[in-house]
């Protein structure tokens, strides 16, 4: 069935077209340097992009992986800076998602543009990783919670 939405995705509703915007406007961001974490955010979000059904985007922190703190300040001023343009894409995918929505086969896609709304706003430190892998994360995670309680 992951399939099957995938090739939906991309065919009659051109999915690989938004993947490849999204990838180039990464690749300009991180070949400015100043803006890398964000470009970084976006390579990866446009890989959960070509493959929106078989894959989640999730924060890097509930990986575990630690980051140096001074790139994770960093990421956090920039992101600020990028969130008046973060706005924007959010309000263009917004009426992306109405005219999906309007049409009965759209709703799937509708909401695989909805679940991506966070990454538009901010991008940093978000990593694409198969939905099974992104399942087990939450339950490790969760179980960890548990023993803390």
């Known amino acids: ?22 990838f ?6 991180t070949l400015t340097v100043v803006a890398s974490p964000i470009g970084l955010g976006l ?9 929106p059904y078989s894959n989640e985007m999730i924060s ?17 001023i920039v992101g600020l800076i990028y969130l008046p343009i973060g706005i924007i894409m959010v309000l263009c995918t ?3 998602i109405v005219l999906l929505a309007s049409s009965l086969i ?5 909401i695989v543009l909805a679940k991506s709304l966070p990454t538009y706003l901010n991008p940093v430190g978000k ?7 992104a ?10 919670k548990a023993k803390n309680l």
Not at 24 to 29: K, R
Not at 43 to 51: D, H, Q, T, V, Y
């Open 1 to 22: 069935m992951r399939s099957l939405g995938n090739i939906l995705w991309h065919f009659p509703f051109l999915g690989f077209v938004t993947a490849f915007f999204v």
């Open 24 to 29: 180039i406007t990464g690749i300009l961001l």
């Open 43 to 51: 390579i990866e979000f446009s890989k959960f992009l070509l493959a």
């Open 60 to 76: 890097s922190s509930e990986l575990s992986n630690k980051k140096n703190p001074l790139w994770e300040t960093y990421g956090l």
């Open 94 to 96: 917004v009426f992306q």
């Open 106 to 110: 759209g709703i799937p896609m509708a």
């Open 127 to 133: 990593k694409c990783v198969n939905s099974y892998v």
């Open 135 to 144: 399942e087990e994360i939450r339950i490790r995670n969760g179980k960890e």
